[in-house]
């Protein structure tokens, strides 16, 4: 090993190095080489050149023994800490400190090296090393004396503190930053760099997703006005000291004086440079950012809200505004104040139609017109960004969204179009997965079955999305994709793999279900039965086990075991109750005592639900389960439910609850029921106490219902219209407003209103093509263009009317009728007397319209010049009791009377 005296090394270390050499590896410099090259580099602060030739001096200097090697190795490794801070090697500076510390407590710097200690662990971004270290000094007793120095307030621990608590600071110590900052004055508090070095601890934070401490670092950080009288104050005070003339000094101190002055007045240029740049940059700006984002991230939006909103009110010309309003327009949306989101966004295109965010803020808008339920609105914005020049930059995602609103319309072809575009053109975007789910449903509901197989099976073999996020739900698509295609063994492999894999899945219940239904099929009704219990077992919401039960239910009825039926449908009551289909339920169980020959029990039933559910306002299936119990009643089974029966056993509950106030939901249901039952004089009061109320708001689906029939009878067409304006508002999305509606069609007709009630007609026929009540809806439509003189097409309808065996009943004479009119207004009197003839031969048992036909055929036989079949037809027709009373019968028997012949 190359040795050296320890004179010569101290020496060298304090002589001013004159020359460079070469490098070259320390280990093979000559020892005055080394020290020289030391003495250099240390002189030109070079500090990580420096840090392996002060390695090397110490490896040199410990086989020499003697104060001086002590010394020289004190020098030494103090400075290669000093160097390792430096030069960023933290834990290098942190092992050299505390070998200085432990091997020479007592030295002069050891005091110093502590905290340098303090402040290299700090900068390893490792709290843990920093609170253990001073853990050990607290054991010790070391710490009392740390926080002693601190304590003296000189410009030696202000600087260390200074450092100490920007290292903690930028590493987000929040610990250790706090333990260090009551030490810490007002000028050091207001120091620049120390509130930037907060501002990256917070941002540090952020990166941590810690945002409650970024929100501590954030709101330690002193704002400009803050900072600008602290640093006026300081400005000033430190003009005085450099106006004041320097002090005599002897000749020796001169250098030393000026180079303080000097320092000084840097310490001065330096400051009033950091002053000027408060107020030329965004600093207050960029911290209030920060805060709301954190906000943000925490999901308080009304908080970011409110100071994004402050940042574009205040500084509307500040670069902030603009990130501040799509801030503000994001916050609103996932608020869902969806009005001021739309605002919001409505003013940002407005300032900034070019902007920055102007992409993400019009996909935000389709997102929010989706929400708003406003699909025009969002699929025109949607078709023009689509078409946009340059391309959006969520082109993928306004596709998908369009998709979807076509999916929510029922075009499936056009959904699976676009939902096929965003798989195929961005297969690593943000919704190619979802996509391709979505295009097997289209499949699906376009019964395109072979097609959906082939997207679910390859979804589920698609090795690019694992974890699959859809894996479950295709799986169980798949199953419904086989049984599409009849392929029923496979399906229910499927189904029970499903089960088998996935058993925690919310669709558990819906699988168990269609097993259930795969074993019904079979005829294996006692495996199907254990299916359905196994379906509302598992189920996790209300329409699972709704599904699962009415089917259990239809298994019993198909067996007969109507007690069996009824103690389900009972227990589903119990355990549902209100959030459950009671009405349909009551239905099932009233079937099943008639099924039983026990028709009170089955008014029971009803009576029971009446009670239970009839004063509830707000439950729609209330109304459902009064309609259920008139159709019930108006045409009853063989032993059923009669009318009569119905209005003995409601009507004390009707007058009861007309007389309790608090029952009024109750009592104008009942009366809107028995007024629909009852005949003559009890049929008049039932519905003028509908017609007495002042008020409609109060009356639920059936009341206005009942309501607008007994208007539109009595010729009060402006109640009319209010209890179909209110009823359209408060049920209008509902399936049972066709009634409704077809009382509005009657209404609009009777007012001459013929284009307007055919367009409402088709639209309703649109929306409700399997209710109940839409046969009256088709024929009204047909009426409006009769009306309108369109009669090819108006026969167009009624004949298809009259083809629809579900539909043949009452309403059908009307039909056969109306087509006898409509031949005669085109002159075809011979083949519209042959429809009115039609009417009533066939459809005698409806007085009512076997009248209207008699008048007719009769006008129409004296318009051919057949009076002698004329006057027959009417003969006939006043013989028949049923019709001879009626408005047509009357009016023959007087025209008879008045022929001579007839007298004769």
């Not at 058993?503 to 005829?523: N, R």
């Not at 039933?605 to 119990?629: C, H, K, Q």
């Not at 409700?768 to 009256?776: D, T």
Request: some cysteine.
């Amino acid at each position: 090993m190359k040795t050296f005296s320890v004179s010569l090394i101290c020496f060298l270390l304090l002589l001013p190095a004159s020359f460079a050499k070469k490098p070259i590896s320390p280990s093979d410099m000559a020892s005055s080489v080394l020290l020289k090259q030391a003495r250099f580099l240390l002189e030109s602060r070079k500090a990580k050149e420096a840090v392996p030739v002060l390695e090397e001096v110490l490896v040199r200097l410990q086989e020499i023994e003697g104060e001086e090697a002590q010394v020289a190795r004190e020098t030494a490794l103090y400075q290669l800490g000093l160097c390792s801070l430096e030069a960023e090697l933290y834990e290098k500076a942190a092992a050299c400190f505390k070998t200085f510390v432990r091997e020479y407590p007592e030295h002069a710097n050891a005091q110093e090296a502590r905290f340098l200690i303090l402040e290299a662990l700090a900068w390893q971004k490792d709290s843990s090393a920093v609170t253990s270290y001073i853990q050990q000094m607290e054991e010790s007793g070391e710490f009392n004396e740390v926080l002693a120095v601190l304590n003296s307030k000189n410009d030696t621990t202000r600087h260390t503190v200074l450092a100490l608590l920007s290292a903690y600071a930028r590493t987000a110590d929040l610990e250790n930053w706090q333990r260090f900052l009551p030490f810490c004055d007002e000028d050091g508090r207001s120091d620049l760099d120390l509130n930037q070095a907060l501002m990256a601890g917070g941002d540090l934070a952020v990166e941590q997703k810690d945002y409650l401490k970024a929100l501590r670092f954030y709101h330690e950080v002193w704002m400009s006005d803050q900072l600008i009288v602290a640093y006026d104050r300081r400005l000033a005070a430190l003009k005085v000291v450099l106006d004041t003339p320097l002090p005599w000094v002897p000749l020796s101190q001169r250098e030393a004086q000026a180079s303080e002055r000097a320092s000084e007045n840097r310490r001065y240029e330096q400051m009033l440079a950091e002053r000027t740049r408060l107020e030329e940059k965004n600093y207050d700006q960029d911290l209030m950012l920060r805060i709301a984002q954190c906000y943000d991230a925490m999901g308080r939006r009304w908080n970011s809200y409110v100071i994004y909103e402050h940042l574009y009110t205040a500084f509307p010309s500040n670069r902030v505004a603009e990130r501040s309003r799509y801030a503000a327009f994001q916050c609103l949306a996932a608020l869902e104040e969806l009005d001021d989101a739309k605002a919001a966004a409505g003013t940002y295109l407005e300032l900034y139609p070019a902007g920055r965010y102007r992409d993400a803020v019009t996909l935000g808008l389709v997102q929010v017109h989706l929400q708003l339920g406003e699909i025009g609105d969002a699929e025109e914005l949607g078709l023009s960004l689509r078409e946009q020049e340059p391309v959006h930059r969520y082109l993928d995602q306004v596709t998908y969204l369009m998709g979807y609103i076509r999916f929510e319309q029922q075009d499936y072809a056009q959904a699976l179009e676009l939902f096929t575009e965003t798989s195929s053109e961005w297969p690593e975007r943000v919704y190619a997965e979802e996509s391709v789910y979505w295009m097997g449903m289209c499949d699906l509901f376009l019964g395109s079955f072979s097609n959906a197989v082939d997207v679910f099976e390859a979804y589920l073999s698609n090795t690019n999305w694992i974890p699959k996020a859809f894996e479950a739900d295709v799986t169980y698509r798949l199953g419904m994709a086989r049984y599409g295609l009849e392929e029923y063994d496979t399906s229910r492999q499927i189904f029970e793999g499903f089960l088998e894999q996935f058993p925690d899945d919310e669709l558990c219940s819906e699988a168990w279900s269609m097993l259930g239904d795969l074993h019904g099929a079979d005829g294996e009704m006692d495996e199907a039965l254990k299916c359905y219990g196994e379906a509302r077992d598992c189920a996790v919401h209300v329409k699972q086990e709704t599904y699962a039960v009415f089917q259990a239910a239809q298994v019993y009825d198909l067996l007969n075991r109507h007690m069996d039926r009824i103690h389900l449908l009972q227990d589903y009551l119990e355990t549902r109750g209100k959030e459950g289909e009671f009405a349909r339920a009551v239905l099932e169980i009233s079937r099943s005592w008639q099924a039983l020959s026990k028709p009170a029990n089955a008014l029971d039933a009803y009576t029971e639900a009446i009670g239970r559910y009839g004063n509830s306002a707000e439950l729609e299936e209330a109304d459902r389960l009064f309609v259920n119990l008139l159709n019930e009643s108006a045409n009853p089974l063989r032993d059923g439910i009669t009318a009569g029966a119905v209005v003995l056993r409601l009507a004390p509950l009707q007058k009861d609850a007309l007389e309790d106030g608090s029952q009024k939901a109750l009592a104008m249901r009942l009366t809107a029921l028995l007024a629909a039952l009852a005949e003559g004089t009890e049929q008049e009061a039932y519905d003028q106490t509908l017609l007495a109320q002042d008020s409609l708001e109060g009356l639920t689906m059936l009341p206005l219902r009942r309501f607008a029939e007994a208007a539109v009878a009595r010729g009060k067409t402006e109640r009319v219209q209010q209890a179909f304006e209110l009823f359209m508002e408060k049920y209008g999305d509902s399936d049972d407003a066709l009634p409704m509606v077809n009382v509005q069609l009657q209404l609009l007709i009777d007012g001459e209103k013929y284009t307007e009630a055919f367009e409402l007609a088709e639209k309703s026929l649109d929306r409700y093509p399997g209710h109940p009540e839409i046969a009256l809806t088709h024929l009204l439509a047909a009426d409006a263009l009769r009306l309108q003189k369109k009669y090819d097409q108006a026969v167009e309808m009624y004949k298809t009317f009259a083809a629809v065996r579900e539909w043949r009943g009452p309403l059908t004479p009307k039909a056969l009728y109306s087509i006898g009119l409509c031949a005669r207004e085109q002159g075809h009197t011979q083949e519209a007397c042959a429809w009115f003839q039609r009417v009533y031969v066939l459809y005698g048992q409806y007085p009512e319209w076997t009248a209207k036909a008699y008048a007719a055929s009769v006008q129409c036989l004296q318009e051919l010049g057949r009076p002698a079949d004329a006057v027959r037809t009417m003969r006939e027709m006043v013989a028949n009791p049923d019709v001879v009373n009626t408005p047509e019968g009357r009016q023959a028997t007087a025209e008879l009377a008045r022929m001579p012949e007839v007298k004769k």
